[in-house]
C-alpha cells in the first residue's frame, strides 16, 4: 500500500531564517507531487507540483522554492522565511491511474509552521 | 478571487440532525472530490463525481453534482459526532490541478 510520509509536523522559526521541509511518498511510482499551504479561513492553496523528477511548476510567486531530487521526495525550502509564510503546509500525492482529472489527492498529516 | 464557494463556512448541530452543505461556482468542473479534514491532519477524499446529476451515497452521507456540473451539496443524515470535521470540495480544472473551497466546518453536538 501507498504512504506518504511529512515531517516536521510542527516548526517555529524565527523571521529571516531558512526553511526545508520534506515529504517522501512510498509504495508507488512516478506520483505527482504537490504542495499546499492551507492558512486559516483561506482554503488550500497550491504553491507547487511535480510530475517528475527536477519538474517543478509554480502556482503563485512567493518566497518559497521547491525541488524534487529524487522519484518519491519532494522538499519545499526558503532562504529567508516572512510572517507571512506561517501556516498548514500539506504534501500530497496522486497518479495518472485511469482518467487523469479524475486521481484523488493523498494528503500527509501536514506540517504546521510558525514564523515568528 | 474564490473559484468554489462553500456555505455555510460553519455549521453546529445537534446529534441525530440533518445537514446540508453547499459547493457553488461558476465554472464547469469535469469533476468534483469531497474531502473531510480533522484538526492537525490532512484531508482524506470521501468521493469524486463525474457526471452532471449524479449521487453517489456513503453511509448517512449523499453527495450530488450539479446538472450542470458547477455546483455540489453534500447531505449528512442522522449526524453522529464522528462527522465533525471540515468538508471541503474541489474542483478538476484540467492538468491534474485541483481547485478547492474554503470548506464547510461542521460540528456536531452529542
Known amino acids: 500500500s501507498q504512504t506518504i510520509h511529512q515531517w516536521p509536523a510542527t516548526l517555529v522559526q524565527p523571521v529571516g531564517s531558512p526553511l526545508s521541509l520534506e515529504c517522501t511518498v512510498e509504495?508507488?511510482?512516478?506520483?505527482?507531487l504537490y504542495w499546499y499551504r492551507q492558512a486559516a479561513g483561506r482554503g488550500l492553496q497550491l504553491l507547487f507540483y511535480?510530475?517528475?523528477?527536477?519538474?517543478i511548476s509554480s502556482e503563485v510567486p512567493q518566497n518559497l522554492s521547491a525541488s524534487r531530487p529524487q522519484d518519491r521526495q519532494f522538499i519545499l525550502s526558503s532562504k529567508k522565511l516572512l510572517l507571512s509564510d506561517s501556516g498548514f503546509y500539506l504534501c500530497?500525492?496522486?497518479?495518472?491511474?485511469?482518467?487523469?482529472?479524475?486521481?484523488?489527492?493523498?494528503f500527509g498529516n501536514g506540517t504546521r509552521l510558525t514564523v515568528t | 478571487t474564490q473559484l468554489l464557494e462553500q456555505s455555510p463556512q460553519f455549521l453546529s448541530i445537534q446529534e441525530g440532525e440533518n445537514l446540508t452543505v453547499y459547493c457553488n461556482s461558476s465554472?464547469?468542473?469535469?469533476?468534483l472530490q469531497w474531502y473531510r479534514q480533522e484538526p492537525g491532519e490532512g484531508p482524506v477524499l470521501l468521493v469524486t463525481?463525474?457526471?452532471?446529476?449524479e449521487v453517489k451515497k456513503l453511509k448517512r452521507l449523499t453527495f450530488q453534482f450539479g446538472d450542470a456540473r458547477k455546483d455540489s451539496s453534500l447531505h449528512i443524515t442522522a449526524a453522529q459526532p464522528g462527522d465533525t470535521g471540515l468538508y471541503l470540495c474541489?474542483?478538476?480544472?484540467?492538468?491534474?490541478?485541483?481547485?478547492f473551497g474554503k470548506g464547510n466546518q461542521v460540528v456536531v453536538i452529542p
Open positions: 500530497a500525492w496522486n497518479d495518472l491511474t485511469g482518467t487523469a482529472y479524475n486521481s484523488p489527492l493523498h
Open positions: 509504495g508507488t511510482s512516478n506520483p505527482n
Open positions: 511535480s510530475v517528475g523528477i527536477g519538474q
Open positions: 465554472s464547469v468542473f469535469s469533476s
Open positions: 463525481v463525474v457526471t452532471g446529476g
Open positions: 474541489a474542483g478538476a480544472r484540467g492538468n491534474n490541478r485541483l481547485a
